[in-house]
């Protein structure tokens, strides 16, 4: 078996539905014998090659069903919306719409449904605008083929999934934030303008910056000035640590 998902996915694909040469996985499978019904997946990439690998390798699956497939997030959303899958497998990155907006539109149409983020994107900016817009899970495309049809079950039973590398980074994250704010803690908070708290109010709600250019009527270059001035005056070192503290100084309330 290849070391990732992605590559066996992908080897899949090319080789065909037969499930001659497929993982062997009935263990895993066993555990949830006890469901009435199969769990019901979208899968939303936009690579048909690798849906379609994801697609066999989820077939032998006998309590998983792969009930459509999508190639961007604007076509995830109206197939989430038709079908009302119980797990939205979905890439980060993708054209006309990304999975990261798609997120809040399909939690609106299929409340039931739980989105996992199956992608490359290891920053920590995806996996915290993800969280924010709705994902249950955040998964590395790294990860093993049996690995996938575990972390579905897992979500479907009500647990959140993040690949270990991923999850090692929030952990590594919000350990300085403490610290740093114990060092700070006798420190006034840093006066910030009006432009850079309506900033600050947007990439909390999980914007990025061009959605921010937009909405303020600015260009993203100004954007990503404000975000800069914004961390420098706090003295923080990313997005996510910048919103945590302004809501925490109540420099930031959001409703």
Do not use: W
């Amino acid at each position: 078996m290849p070391d990732s998902f992605e590559s066996s996915a992908a080897a899949e694909g090319a080789a065909g539905s037969d499930g001659s040469d497929g993982p062997e996985m009935g263990g895993a499978a066993n555990a949830s014998a006890r469901r009435s019904e199969p769990i019901r997946v979208l899968v939303v990439d936009d690579h048909a090659l690798f849906r379609r690998g994801l697609e066999i390798v989820l077939a032998q699956e006998p309590d998983i069903e792969v009930v459509g497939e999508a190639g961007d997030g604007a076509e995830a959303v109206d197939k989430a919306a038709d079908l009302l899958p119980d797990i939205v497998l979905m890439d980060v990155r993708m054209p006309k719409r990304g999975g990261i907006e798609a997120c809040t539109s399909i939690k609106e149409v299929a409340p039931s449904a739980k989105i996992v983020m199956l992608t490359i994107s290891d920053e920590e900016a995806d996996l915290y605008e993800a969280i924010k817009a709705g994902a249950t899970g955040y998964l590395l495309k790294e990860i093993s083929t049996d690995e996938v049809s575990t972390a579905i079950r897992a979500v479907a039973d009500g647990q959140s999934q993040i690949s270990p590398s991923m999850a090692s980074k929030l952990l590594t994250e919000f350990k300085s934030m403490i610290q740093r704010t114990d060092e700070r803690r006798f420190v006034p908070a840093p006066r910030l303008t009006d432009r850079e708290l309506e900033v600050l109010k947007l990439v909390a709600t999980g914007m990025n910056n061009r959605d921010i250019a937009k909405e303020l009527f600015i260009s993203e270059n100004t954007v990503k000035n404000h975000v800069r001035n914004i961390l420098e005056k706090l003295q923080l070192h990313s997005r996510m640590e910048a919103v945590v503290y302004a809501m925490r100084e109540k420099i930031l309330e959001i409703g």
